[in-house]
Each structure stands twice: as structure tokens, then as C-alpha cells.
């Protein structure tokens, strides 16, 4: 959950990159990285092995700027993809705000995206949290490729409930802000809530 | 939701400074943190302006969540110290009362066993201010105080992302 320090004025929020394996979370974060303005960013922390997998978490604190006097702090991390490193993403998800599943629109990942939905629900669910209350949108990623699958199968598969979804294509960067902005939103909207 | 939302009011805050800063003095230590289990940094002491701060609270969070899954496979429930020793500077890491992590860096000039000494006292003084924070939390909750953002407009959350 959100941190709210009141001593020194500033509220800290967990956003999470889910989804399968090489779908392209690392990249998003990449492309967040790059495009912000030094002053709004720290370090971005990546634990992947040698071939570039993440595999324990990245992790890349921004600050949006300010609310009511209060500066507004996200930390995005990204969980491994992989399917054999679940105990690491279980870890990753505590204490989370808003999740961003990013699902890879090529025809023969969608089982893994099948999967990888459903073990979002299973691990946030043994966290005490229920993927139909907390924050959390969907970026279809990749759409720039051939054998990217058509837009509506995805949707039926991945989004049933017609939550907030953005198209994206993460190594160019677009969709990328508007995916981030979408899950901002929630997030901010649910502190609104009080909790 | 299954972790309640931390909150930090001033009062605590300055608390918990002084017993940060006393620790930092009396263990002989560079650097003195005190961290969520989330991973945000609450409060810290010393020499802290050579350090990415929230890079260590968040890797320092990713350890203990990390030994804490491992604490589990094998039956334990968590390990609430860890060690790690370098060539120069060691880390110093443990857990209060299940819910924040006292972390401290040290070099030479002071020593494993002086830290764990004062770490211990100072983990005791945390822990009541912790309890007596969680305890205001929920006084607050219980008679409904309005969140601060409860006025947040569309338009302040659409302002962050104006440039």
C-alpha cells in the first residue's frame, strides 16, 4: 500500500509490471527511463542474468510532481517473467498499488499470457489482494510486429471486464507514457478513496 | 487490504530521527536506514549524501523479502538479522517488530559486535514508536478521518502529467 509521510510531504506508490516472459516489461521501463527528466528520476536497478532476463526485479523510482502540496513518488518495479522463478514475483507483488499487466500480442504467446493473467490472480489473491479491486490496467505490447494477433481476440482473453487498456509497442516507446498515465490514474483515484 | 497503508506523521517522524540519529552516533556507523517492508524509506542518519537512498531501500526490502521466502521453506518464519560483510564496509540489516527494517552501515572503525549492541537497544525504542503510530493509524480510521486527498481533482492528477 501507499506510503504517506506527512514530515516530509510526500506519498510513495508501488506500481508493477506484470506478464510472460519477454514480453517486453523491462523495456517499458527502459523507455520510462529514458525519456524523464533527470531531476524526476533515481537509479533504475535491474537483477537479470547474464542474458539480460530479469531475474529478481527492476526497479525505478520517478517522482510525477505535486498533489495538494504533497510530492507525488511512484516505484515501478518489474517482476522475472519466467515461469520458473514464481516464488521471486509473489515477493514483488507486496505492499503493490496498481499492476500493469503487459500482455505480448503475438499469436504463439498467448498461451503464455494466458498463464501468466492467471497467475497474476492466483499470486495476488495469496497476497490478500483481488485483481478486481485494485488498481490495474492492460498494454497490449508488440502490435508493431506481423504476426501480432488481431486486437478483439486479445481482449476477449486478457480483459473480459473492459478494464483501462492501451495498445503499445515498448522498444519505440509508443503507448509506454499512456500506459503509465492510465495506471497513475487509478492509483491517485484510489487514494482518493482513503484506501 | 492485507497490508495497511503506512502512514508518517511528524511527530513519529522527529521520534524516529532522534533514535536513528543517536544509533548512527553510539554504533560508530556511516550510515543509519530505516525502511518498509515495501521498500520505501522512511527515515535515515549520518552520511547520507553520497548514497542513493531509495536505490538501498528498495534492494534492502528485495533481501528481506528475498530471505524471508527462504526463512519459510525451511520452517522458520523469517530471519530477522542478516550480516554482510565487505572488504571495507559491512551492512548491518534487521527486522522490527515484523513490520520495518532497521538497516546499518559500518566500516572499521567500528564493529559487528558494537552494532548488534546498540541495534538492539535502539530496536526496542522503535518498536514502541511503531506500535504507538499503528495504534494512532487506527484511532484515525475508527472515527473516519478524512484522507488529505480525499479533494484530489482530475485535473491535479492529469497537472502530474502536463509536460
Redesign the interface.
Given at each position: 500500500m501507499s506510503f504517506i509521510n506527512y514530515s516530509s510531504k510526500e506519498i510513495n506508490c508501488k506500481i508493477v509490471y506484470y506478464g510472460p516472459g519477454l514480453c517486453g516489461k523491462t523495456t517499458n521501463l527502459q523507455y520510462v527511463y529514458g525519456k524523464t527528466n533527470p531531476v524526476a528520476k533515481g537509479k533504475m536497478i535491474s537483477l537479470a542474468t547474464e542474458t539480460e532476463r530479469t531475474l529478481f526485479f527492476d526497479f525505478l523510482p520517478l517522482t510525477l510532481g505535486e498533489i495538494k502540496g504533497f510530492k507525488v513518488r511512484f516505484h515501478l518495479y518489474t517482476v522475472p517473467g519466467q515461469i520458473f522463478y514464481d516464488a521471486s514475483r509473489k515477493l514483488i507483488l507486496k505492499g503493490v498499488d496498481g499492476v500493469v499487466f503487459v500482455a505480448d500480442s503475438q499469436v504463439e504467446r498467448m498461451e503464455a499470457n494466458m498463464e501468466s493473467f492467471e497467475n497474476l490472480a492466483v499470486n495476488l489473491k495469496e497476497q490478500g489482494y483481488d485483481l478486481d479491486k485494485i488498481p490495474y490496467v492492460v498494454q497490449y505490447n508488440k502490435r508493431d510486429l506481423p504476426n501480432a494477433a488481431p486486437l478483439e481476440e486479445l481482449k476477449n482473453l486478457l480483459n473480459p471486464k473492459g478494464i483501462p487498456e492501451f495498445e503499445a509497442c515498448a522498444a519505440t516507446g509508443e503507448g509506454v507514457f499512456e500506459t503509465l498515465k492510465g495506471i497513475s490514474k487509478l492509483v491517485l483515484t484510489e487514494l482518493k478513496k482513503g484506501r | 487490504?492485507?497490508?495497511?497503508?503506512?502512514?508518517?506523521?511528524?511527530e513519529?517522524?522527529?521520534l524516529i530521527s532522534v533514535v536513528l540519529e543517536r544509533l548512527n552516533r553510539e554504533a560508530n556507523s556511516k550510515v543509519v536506514f530505516l525502511v518498509?517492508?515495501?521498500?520505501?524509506l522512511?527515515s535515515a542518519a549520518g552520511d547520507t549524501k553520497n548514497l542513493?537512498t531509495?536505490?538501498l531501500a528498495?534492494?534492502t526490502a528485495?533481501n528481506i523479502?528475498?530471505t524471508?521466502?527462504l526463512a519459510k521453506l525451511i520452517g522458520e518464519k523469517e530471519f530477522s538479522i542478516l550480516f554482510h560483510e565487505g572488504e571495507k564496509d559491512n551492512i548491518h540489516i534487521s527486522i522490527i517488530g515484523q513490520r520495518v527494517i532497521l538497516v546499518v552501515v559500518f566500516d572499521t572503525r567500528s564493529s559487528l559486535g558494537l552494532v548488534r549492541l546498540r541495534v538492539k537497544k535502539a530496536s526496542d525504542e522503535l518498536k514502541t514508536i511503531f506500535d504507538g503510530l499503528l495504534a494512532k493509524m487506527e484511532q484515525k480510521e475508527a472515527i473516519n478521518v478524512?484522507?488529505?486527498?480525499?479533494?484530489?481533482t482530475d485535473d491535479?492528477?492529469d497537472?502530474?502529467?502536463s509536460?
Open positions: - | 487490504m492485507a497490508v495497511p497503508q503506512l502512514v508518517m506523521y511528524e513519529e517522524s522527529k518498509d517492508k515495501n521498500g520505501q522512511i542513493d531509495t536505490s528498495s534492494l528485495g523479502a528475498a524471508g521466502g478524512e484522507s488529505p486527498f480525499a479533494e484530489i491535479d492528477i497537472g502530474l502529467f509536460e
